[in-house]
T-cell receptor, first 112, second 110 residues
Framework: QKEVEQNSGPLSVPEGAIASLNCTYS??????FFWYRQYSGKSPELIMSIYSNGDKEDGRFTAQLNKASQYVSLLIRDSQPSDSATYLCAVLMDTGRRALTFGSGTRLQVQP | DAGVTQSPTHLIKTRGQHVTLRCSPI?????VSWYQQVLGQGPQFIFQ???????GRGNFPDRFSARQFPNYSSELNVNALLLGDSALYLC?????????FGPGTRLTVL
């Protein structure tokens, strides 16, 4: 079992729709969760961090965390073609080592 | 404020050679982490340094080493390069939990 799992996609949504990206993690003691966006050929860009159960909103982005289910999600409202990228879920696991563990990413395609 | 900077941008080496990659963190950030990203995968943790001390090491062979300098910049060294070392090498700086990535160094080993 991978430590952080994501559906590789591609997830295709029409422009203006809500894109829903999901991630599960294995370490129940994990406390910090992050979403990064990575355009092709570029480095990951931090877009959201979440530490507590529930929702956290920032503009068109909403991160959702459910520690009991070991599940993190990212919602993108009013999706734009410029949102087309790979979205990486990252978890700071409870190992004492301050290293991020990443999923393989979900490729999102927003169709104009 | 300037973000994380890395050099060089691209590098081509042959098997058996060694390489040094450099990273300067965001001003005020004392922690630097190195990650390797191969195509189609998420970044894999290599090292983390904080205040010039190694704080963590990932599952990479001893051919990989790193250090952090008094100004918090960092170097990643890889010896005896293998074809499988071809990847995007990412440096991330952090002040607390959030890590911010530089543009990366694309290493190609022929």
């Amino acid at each position: 079992q991978k430590e952080v799992e994501q559906n590789s996609g591609p997830l295709s949504v029409p422009e203006g729709a809500i894109a829903s990206l999901n991630c599960t993690y294995s370490d129940r003691g994990s406390q910090s969760f992050f979403w990064y966006r990575q355009y092709s050929g570029k480095s990951p860009e931090l877009i959201m961090s979440i530490y507590s159960n529930g929702d956290k909103e920032d503009g068109r982005f909403t991160a959702q965390l459910n520690k009991a289910s070991q599940y993190v999600s990212l919602l993108i409202r009013d999706s734009q073609p410029s949102d087309s990228a790979t979205y990486l879920c990252a978890v700071l696991m409870d190992t004492g080592r301050r290293a991020l563990t990443f999923g393989s990413g979900t490729r999102l395609q927003v169709q104009p | 404020d300037a973000g994380v900077t890395q050099s060089p941008t691209h590098l081509i080496k042959t098997r058996g050679q060694h390489v040094t990659l450099r990273c300067s963190p965001i001003s005020g950030h004392k922690s630097v982490s190195w990650y390797q990203q191969v195509l189609g995968q998420g970044p894999q943790f290599i090292f983390q340094y904080y205040e010039k001390e190694e704080r963590g090491r990932g599952n990479f062979p001893d051919r990989f080493s790193a250090r952090q300098f008094p100004n918090y910049s960092s170097e990643l060294n890889v010896n005896a390069l293998l074809l499988g070392d071809s990847a995007l090498y990412l440096c991330a700086s952090s002040f607390s939990n959030e890590q911010f990535f530089g543009p990366g160094t694309r290493l190609t080993v022929l």
